[in-house]
């Protein structure tokens, strides 16, 4: 099995943080269809949420990018608790019918992935080189 070094996986997920995060905050019309979300004209609540969802996905990976070690790998490793609770959000809004089922594992699966590069991160998980 291939895995990952904290170095890697660090950077992985700081670049999937800052390329999403701001997408979310300044664009979020453009990633509410890229993410497959309730399009804003039948939903307006979407924008505002995908501007926490990425205002929140900023702030843990300039937070991450800026703390000096052992803080970095400890905000690493509760951002991925966080992924691992949207996955959690994201596979019981789609059973529930609150979000579409492609998009619901579109997200539950982002989450998962982001949760497994968090823990590499962060030294812990299936995905760390130990």
Request: charged share 15%.
């Given at each position: 099995?291939?895995v990952?070094?904290?170095?890697?996986a660090?950077?992985?997920?700081l670049?999937?943080?800052?390329?999403?995060?701001?997408?979310?905050v300044?664009?979020?019309?453009f990633?509410?269809?890229?993410?497959m979300?309730?399009?804003?004209?039948?939903n307006?609540?979407t924008?505002?949420?995908?501007?926490?969802f990425?205002?929140?996905?900023?702030?843990?990976?300039?937070?991450?990018?800026?703390?000096?070690?052992?803080?970095?790998?400890?905000?690493?490793?509760?951002?991925?608790?966080?992924?691992?609770?949207?996955?959690?959000?994201?596979?019981?809004?789609?059973?529930k019918?609150?979000?579409?089922?492609?998009?619901?594992?579109?997200?539950?699966?982002?989450g998962?992935?982001?949760?497994?590069?968090?823990?590499?991160?962060?030294?812990?998980?299936?995905l760390?080189?130990?």
């Open positions: 099995m291939n990952l070094d904290t170095r890697t660090a950077r992985l997920i670049v999937v943080r800052f390329i999403l995060g701001p997408a979310c300044l664009f979020p019309r990633t509410s269809r890229w993410l979300f309730t399009p804003p004209a039948l307006p609540g924008p505002y949420f995908l501007r926490l990425g205002g929140r996905d900023t702030y843990l990976g300039v937070a991450a990018m800026i703390a000096k070690e052992p803080t970095r790998s400890q905000l690493l490793g509760a951002a991925a608790a966080v992924d691992a609770l949207d996955a959690c959000s994201a596979l019981a809004a789609g059973l019918g609150n979000l579409p089922r492609r998009a619901a594992f579109f997200a539950a699966a982002a998962i992935v982001g949760s497994a590069l968090g823990l590499a991160a962060a030294g812990r998980g299936p760390a080189r130990h």
